[in-house]
């Protein structure tokens, strides 16, 4: 597992940055009005240029704590990139977590 960004709340969602070896961009993750049960909680957005690039759903993981299950796609990215947005142990902080 990886932590591949750092996010605090904001009144629409959550505001960060997404990290990795190559990539360093400032994202939003903005609730939405779902049309369907299907349909996610959250698009993913860069918040310099307002490109959607990702989207996430509300989950309860098996220890019953709320997450985000986030799928990031990119016509750069060799594949989606699926992860987690998990409440960090600092009060108001939340981590993006990757794994393969």
Do not use: C
């Not at 990119?74 to 409440?87: R, T």
């Amino acid at each position: 597992m990886a932590i591949i960004g750092t996010f605090t709340t904001s009144d629409a969602g959550f505001t960060g940055t997404l990290r990795t070896l190559t990539l360093t961009v400032p994202v939003a993750v903005r609730r939405v009005e779902k049309d369907s049960d299907k349909a996610p909680d959250f698009r993913v957005y860069r918040t310099d240029d307002g490109y959607e690039f990702g989207a996430a759903w509300q989950k309860i993981s098996r220890e019953d704590r709320p997450y985000a299950s986030v799928k990031l796609d990119d016509p750069s990215l060799p594949a989606p990139i699926y992860a987690s947005l998990i409440e960090s142990d600092v009060a108001g902080q939340f981590n993006l977590i990757w794994s393969r």
